[in-house]
């Protein structure tokens, strides 16, 4: 029974979600530009950066570490060496997908629910909170996670046809398979507990949806630093990472669940 | 011998307890039990400091629609919401459809239909597609065959295909209906259900809720329309966070106001007031215009007499009526009664 309540939770949100143009874009167009507009900024920047962006200390150290990480860089040309440091990027970009599409499913979900008062009638269903939890988070997380995929085969594809084919074994890395298989679900199930507790709160989607700072700003931070050289990401500390990230999923779970409770949607909700 | 005795002895047995189910019997009331599917015993509930239901005690039989008439604020959503085990009492329990509240939410929630005060619909889904998906969580039901049942039933079977987002408030409504019935729910609450509804629309949902009733199933009714309540309800409580009062229309008009009988006359003569006066079968009597306002000590047995009496001294009756006393004034009186008054 608890399988078909959550596919029929889940089929619902798909419908009411794919029949609004701006989410149907968010989910299926706007990831694909983001990767095809960050590859056009990598080409740019090996095109036309100059020796002096080559030569920047900041850049060096990140290339330093990356080549320690992986001493094939050291046999690539400084051009290459410059184009392999930014491709290493794409893993932690690809973790900006999942959080876009996670936490704008969510919101939209649960405000709509709460602006139409649709949620007071499905209280009174045999629904279980976990149920409706489970079928909400799955119609945010199989898209943002399908889509993060299909973005980083695309992305893959994109740099063997942009010539930089043999670069792809340096990209496609332990960290990266890390960042995809097991830091993407992690994100994308903290992105959905948020966006759950700012709905709870919120007015509307706009303001749940504010919480995207609180996630992505970090995020970038993770990125910002390791492409200065001062942090470098191996396979062991992106585990302890994932590792951190499901330690929080976990009490944010607890605190979504405690909101998702019949009395609390009724009592605390506004 | 011994056997075909006993044999015939036992289907005597199985005959008499299936018979209260065969429809004509039924419907002259043999064999029917009051089973009170709404019991509440001391249901009180607190936000905080603010007690917003206290010490509740009501129940409901079985195809009885009982109304829930109250001010503003006097609890009236949050009495429905915890009988349909929404929100859990701070104190005090309830039977509902066999369930007991607190503890029993889950099974209670597959025999309980509720109609919230706004109907709550993805307006961007069609009709027939929210009522799939809000039947598509309570088990044994056959969700196409009963979404069609009661889209047809309502009246909305032809627009099944198009978005509720296009319909009238009307059409929302009763499609809200067809969604608190779409598993056949034991007992229905309705709150607010003819709210900000045109005359003819309020009057179809009327209608329904009057059927509903009439088929068997417990409906508890919470509105501010008075008229509605006495048309619809058997029973009507009063409530303001307590519970003021619980009754039939007319019992709870008695425990006010005086039952008079207005006899239009073509002109009241002396001789008619005269013949009229006999205690203690009249209590009370006035004369108002061209009108003998007579309070009896029971109206229904003792009219044919008066009517009798008022003819025997020559009146010429043009009308005969019950002033009843609207139920409004009943319902301000309870409020006004239960008004702390300033020192």
């Known amino acids: 029974m608890s399988r078909k309540r959550i596919r029929n939770i889940l089929l619902k949100e798909w419908r009411v979600l794919f029949t609004d143009v701006g989410n149907t874009l968010i989910v299926t167009v706007l990831p694909f530009f983001i990767v095809g507009q960050l590859l056009l900024y990598v080409w740019l920047a090996v095109n036309f950066g100059g020796e002096k962006a080559l030569g920047a200390d900041v850049f060096q150290n990140a290339i330093a570490r990356l080549t320690q990480a992986q001493p094939a860089v050291a046999t690539l040309s400084s051009v290459e060496q410059f184009q392999a440091l930014l491709l290493n990027q794409f893993a932690f970009f690809m973790l900006l997908i999942p959080v876009m599409i996670s936490i704008n499913t969510v919101t939209f979900s649960i405000v709509e629910e709460k602006l139409s008062g649709s949620l007071e009638a499905l209280l009174a269903t045999p629904v279980r909170t976990w149920e409706l939890l489970m079928g909400k988070a799955l119609a945010g997380a199989i898209p943002a996670l399908l889509v993060t995929w299909l973005c980083a085969g695309a992305f893959l594809l994109a740099v063997v046809a942009l010539g930089w084919g043999h670069l792809v074994r340096l990209v496609a890395n332990p960290v990266w398979f890390i960042s995809l298989l097991v830091l993407n679900p992690a994100v994308t199930v903290l992105s959905f507990l948020l966006g759950v507790i700012g709905s709870a709160r919120a007015r509307d989607a706009k303001n749940a949806q504010n919480l995207v700072v609180a996630i992505i700003l970090p995020l970038l931070g993770v990125v910002a630093i390791q492409v200065t050289g001062v942090v470098w990401f191996t396979p062991l500390t992106m585990l302890a990472l994932a590792a951190g990230l499901v330690v929080v999923d976990y009490l944010a779970l607890k605190v979504a669940v405690r909101l998702f409770q019949r009395e609390s949607i009724v009592v605390n909700w506004r | ?343």
Not at chain 2, 86 to 92: E, K, L
């Open chain 2, 1 to 343: 011998m011994a056997s075909a005795r006993q044999d015939a002895t036992r289907g005597l047995i199985a005959f008499l307890r299936v018979l209260p189910s065969f429809t004509p019997y039924a419907r002259l009331g043999f064999g029917r039990q009051e089973v009170s599917l709404i019991e509440a015993r001391n249901l009180t509930r607190k936000f905080g400091q603010l007690t917003a239901v206290e010490d509740l005690s009501l129940d409901a039989d079985e195809g009885e629609v009982l109304g829930l008439l109250g001010p503003n604020g006097a609890g009236k959503t949050t009495t429905i919401r915890m009988l349909a085990g929404i929100i859990a009492p701070t104190s005090g329990s309830a039977v509902i459809a066999g369930h007991r509240i607190p503890g029993e939410a889950g099974p209670l929630h597959e025999n309980i239909g509720l109609l919230t005060e706004s109907p709550g619909f993805y307006d961007r889904l069609s009709a027939q597609r929210n009522l799939l998906y809000f039947a598509g969580f309570f088990s044994n039901i056959d969700l196409t065959a009963q979404v069609e049942k009661y889209l047809r039933a309502l009246g909305l079977w032809e627009r099944r295909d198009s978005r509720v987002g296009t319909f009238s408030k009307g059409m929302k409504q009763r499609l809200a209906l067809a969604r608190a019935l779409v598993h056949e729910p034991k007992v229905l609450f309705l709150d607010e259900p003819t709210a900000g509804l045109d005359p003819e629309a309020a009057q179809q949902v009327r209608d329904f809720i009057r059927r509903l009733g009439g088929a068997g199933r417990t409906v508890f009714l919470s509105t501010h329309n008075l008229a509605e309540a006495e048309q619809l309800c058997r029973r009507i409580a009063v409530i303001r966070t307590r519970l003021l009062a619980l009754d039939t229309p007319r019992n709870l008009r008695d425990r006010f106001f005086r039952r008079e009988v207005a006899v239009r006359l073509q002109s009241v003569t002396d001789a008619v007031t005269q013949a009229v006066r006999n205690p203690p079968v009249v209590r009370n009597l006035r004369v108002d215009a061209d009108r003998l306002v007579v309070e009896l000590a029971e109206p229904e047995r003792q009219r044919p007499e008066l009517v009798q009496a008022v003819v025997d001294a020559g009146g010429r009756i043009l009308e005969v009526a019950e002033n009843r006393q609207p139920l409004e004034d009943v319902y301000l009186k309870l409020i006004h009664e239960d008004t702390p008054r300033e020192p």
